[in-house]
DNA sequence: GTCTATATAGCGATAGAC
DNA sequence: GTCTATCGCTATATAGAC
């Protein structure tokens, strides 16, 4: 680890935060720099280029998705409802870094799409034995992945912060949905035979 | 309706082409012209300015919408596997114009933002009706999300097609998905709720 | 390691011919 | 209704002083 320089976190952070705020079109060089305090000839000491801010973040989202495996598996709720109620913004640095990635990668910046799926996939492998089938697993990273998506749109300036609050579930509606969740993924099914014949 | 200028639906086509092939940083004026076949010039005579464009795809994405509604209030298989289902990837019009939404709103678009939050209200109205609670609804609308979450960023210049195939489930994953959903919200449940009093 | 100044190119938008 | 030409601004990136 060996601590980074200060400087280089405070910019990454300075990204991060803008690209949040104010999305992808309004990260750049020059705000990015204005906001961390530093000019941009000292950014791109640290950054040689704006790539290379983008690598700095998937960096740090891939630090961070360590970090986040490890608390997952000593979770004592168990991985499926400490994944799902993690994944509401919460503000903390992981959530901070997912939804600047996905700010970026929908940009079109492909190390950001990549840095991503990595992730995903990690995630969808610590879940996968804790959970029935692949069906459950599949409807576990989508209910995920849809309220990063959703938690990402009701944070652009175009949404007032009030009119998100009936976007997503909190408090105890989340507590609900990952209660219908549980009873969904992790139990064998109750009629063992689905026999459905529409597609 | 009284059909709008064809070089008007050809310069939407390439704006929403550009933005799910490339990402939201590609889709400039330059590059947009260029693939309708127009010069930059004509495009501005059918959109004053770029936010006039984003616009225009907003306004396409609420007839679309108002389409889709109706198919799916006509639809044999019922709201919520209809939902579900035609939440995946299969670039018809309506796929294409919420993804291309959805990267607008992801750079900073207020518009865009706007236009998503109101579709998905309206598909929200429509198949509460057919879910069992509260919770059920944003089970079946965070999965929605999710799986246009997930194409959306499979669709990068940054993934391989293939390596898509196995992120967003399809075919009989899909159907085993679905079946799985509304086994959790369209029945009623077999141990009775007690009638919770919040939200 | 951080700054100012500057080069270069690309962007959104306008003007006016046809 | 579509074009070419061009303006003014902003973006990324470089050079070189301190």
Chains 1, 2 share one sequence.
Do not use: C
Not at 25 to 48: C, P, W
Not at 60 to 74: G, V
Not at 87 to 93: F, K, L, N, P, Q
């Amino acid at each position: 680890m060996a601590r980074p320089p200060l400087a280089r976190e405070r910019v990454l952070d300075a990204f991060e935060a803008i690209l949040i705020d104010e999305g992808g079109r309004a990260a750049t060089l020059d705000a990015v720099a204005r906001r961390a305090g530093v000019s941009k000839g000292g950014l791109l000491y640290h950054f040689a280029s704006k790539d290379d801010l983008a690598a700095g973040l998937v960096d740090r989202l891939d630090t961070l998705t360590d970090a986040d495996l490890e608390r997952m598996a000593d979770s004592p709720e168990g991985p499926v409802t400490y994944y799902i109620r993690t994944s509401v913004m919460e503000d903390d640095a992981l959530d901070r870094a997912i939804v600047a990635t996905t700010r970026l990668a929908q940009g079109g910046s492909a190390i950001a799409t990549a840095g991503l799926d990595r992730s995903r996939r990690r995630w969808a492998a610590a879940i996968r034995p804790h959970v029935r089938d692949d069906a459950a697993l599949d409807l576990v990273m989508l209910l995920s992945d849809g309220l990063y998506f959703n938690n990402s749109l009701a944070f652009e300036p175009g949404a007032a912060a009030e009119d998100a609050a009936d976007l997503v579930p909190t408090g105890a509606g989340l507590a609900r949905l990952i209660d219908l969740v549980l009873r969904t993924t992790t139990r064998a099914p109750e009629d063992p035979e689905p026999a459905s014949d529409e597609v």
